[in-house]
């Protein structure tokens, strides 16, 4: 029983992490909190409905057509709040994303609809290792963002498009001093994260449906990331896993009000009590 | 007893020495001016008084009390008001507001005699709004009371930061930079309301100021910082004339600009 | 401006106030059901909006919990009245007290936190309360949800919509007038200090914690006396008014009406308040516009409709012109 309960949490904080790890990229590279990332991950989750299911495009091109959407998004998105919002104070900030949020949530009401659909992206059967159960849904899941996270890992430290985007997190200064092109960055940066949203869709879809409500998981991923420090990248994703599983963990052995609120109190008690993060280290 | 004793104060940043083992002392009734080249420590110090920043190690204390055992906000209580090179103004306020909020500590109310507008609060505001009127009068800005600050010229926004800086009712007075882009009649004004500072209400004040002019015009006393360290002090005549000071500032640019002031 | 002419155009402020409310107390008994009920929402708004307003648009802090604030005046009033056995009025204040002490739990926080990590602390504190509302059923009812015994205030009871209206009229005047008189005050300046320049509002003697603090348990008892309100409005509590998207609107109300003004929220509150009824046809585009009109607000016009009135079309301009997106308040 713990160790379906440990894969089950493996797999919602692979999500969480997920989008944590969108959250804290744009967070380092640009200085914005964005709130309406839970609306772009959604909105990932409709891209698929739109290739995967509405034209019927076989599953590979569908899914590389809504990484790009994805990734359009983003920029999109960076040349509407993100420009605009460099030197602006964090009140003017945060209240803009909010208003993203709703403006995209409202969006895909008012074309789709408040219903969910369904998108059964995965169907496989499920595997059994060692007389644990593990749903080919579950896997699937874990394997692909984690293959996702390593991929954006490998990105950050061995390329060179990566090592700027990380000189940009650490001193805009310095880094356009050094030859980066910050403002391209910039649009990478919230790009590379909208690319990464739509994965996180495509991930999610298949276990709650899709639903113009899907946006509510990034306050998950706002306390994994606020538990990792919201400035270490690796943080953010053992701050997604540790959610996970610790959510999982309260559910079975406390109950399952807990386990809905076990984010938020973490959220609160982080913030309060080691803002820099749980290994977060002060740059 | 000092009037101000600062003893060995340090402060790094990172790896850089800010200020190294730097001591000064103020004495009542007395104008004492702090220049150096950019970057010498000075705005630094300031700050460390005002409690803003936390020293790495030293002393500070003002008539007997230690101001480095005390909250930021607790400063203005003792008597010590202080002016930002970079004029920290409340904007979207209008100039007696501004003002006000430096009588804060002296205004005797609570929210529910402000809340039900009580008698005694009125009192209060009323004797409040008096005193701020009168400070703007010191520094000539009472025509424009009821204007926003953010609709001052620079030198207007200086003054406007020294009548809120009086405000406080203060023995010692830190201005950082109050000289600086103003022009020649408001410098000169803003010597003779320095001086009678000084002379009329008793207090004392700690300068850091580049327009030599006005630091060898008005000091009692003057001290050198350089890369975080006292190099010279004295009388204005002393400093002047003193080779150490002299290279320091020829080692940076800063000297020849400064004299042309 | 001159004197005369100042006190002259504020006179006359306070009589267009004074005549707007003689007309509504004395038209309402005539005024259709519905009307008087939208109304009564409107002066609902108007009182949390000016709350939120002292801790957002004065001092400066963001706040995503408002309606959590709300929420926990709204329950805590009628349970007062039900296991207590105290009388309405009474109630009333206890709840907003206990929204109050809230406000300071979470002004704590705020002192260690700024700007975007506050937000993030506010979030996750205004989800807390609402899944507590949802999970305690055996306090709140959870989701079946709580009714809301029916107030009486000195032998008249409270029921039907006239005397809801007349209560909630009064009861926001009341407010509007204590926060006015707050703001014009030493602390409505050491709030406005706050947010332009923590380090100049220290030098100059505010204390930074208390006055932080204060904003948040002020604002927060506003809304808890809304709470309290609204219940007997709604007659039975359930959770689901208490929640983020609920936060959002009040938050929309401060910043489109106007930050930083006793007016502004009073506007933006009854735009607000009123636009659903505008757009009754189009009720799926209500959401898209509320939120379209944030984001334009505070891309464009960061004091809001009221700042806008003030200042007019030139300081429109001006503020396009250099893309004034300085947001004004500090984080």
Redesign the interface.
Known sequence: MLIQNLIGGIQAGSLYALVALGLVII?KATEV?N?AYGEMVMLGAYFGLIFCASLGLPLPLAFLLCLASGALLGVVLEKVICR??I??????????T??????L???V??VWGPGYYPLPIFSINPIKIFSISISGNTLYTTLISVMFMAVAFAFFQFTKLGKGMRATSENQTAAALMGVRVPWIFTLTWGLAGLLAAVTGLLIAPITAVSPDMGNVA?KG??AG?MGG?ESVPGAILGGFLLGVAESLAGSYIST?FK??IA??V??AV??IK?AGLFGVKE | MGFLEIANLTKSFGGLVALNKVSLEVAQRQIHSLIGPNGAGKSTLFNLISRTLKPDSGRVVFQGRDLLALAPSRIAGLGIGRTFQSVELFNDMTLLENVLVGRHISLRTGPISAALRLGRFRDQERRGREKALELLRLVGLEKNQDQRASGLSLGQKRLLELARAIAVDPQLLLLDEPASGLNDSETRELTVLIRSLRDQYGVSILLVEHNMRVVMEISDQVSVLNHGVKIAEGSPEEINNSPAVIEAYLGSQDYASCQGN | MTDALRLRSRILWHLAWLILLAGLLLLAPKLDVYILYVLTIVCLNVILATGLNLVTGYTGQISLCHAGFLGIGAYACPLFMIHCHLPYLLALLLGGLVAGLAGLMVGVPALRVRGLYLAMVTLGFGEIVFLVLHHWQGLTGGPLGLEVPAATIGGLVIEGDLRLFYLFVIAAVVLIIIARNLIDSKIGRAFRAISHSEMAAQASGVDLPTYKTLSFALSALYAGLAGGLYSQLLGYLSPDPFGLNESILYLTMVVVGGMGSVAGPVLGASLLALLPEFLRDFKEYQDFILSAVLLVVILFLPSGIFGLGRSGWAGLRGMIRERGLTGGAGG
């Open positions: 967070y909190l709130f605009p919002l030197k602006a104070s964090p009140m003017t900030m945060v209240i803009a909010v208003a993203m949020m709703g403006i949530k409202s969006l009401r008012l306050i706002f306390a606020v919201f009000a809905d609120v938020f109190l959220l609160v913030l309060v803002p």
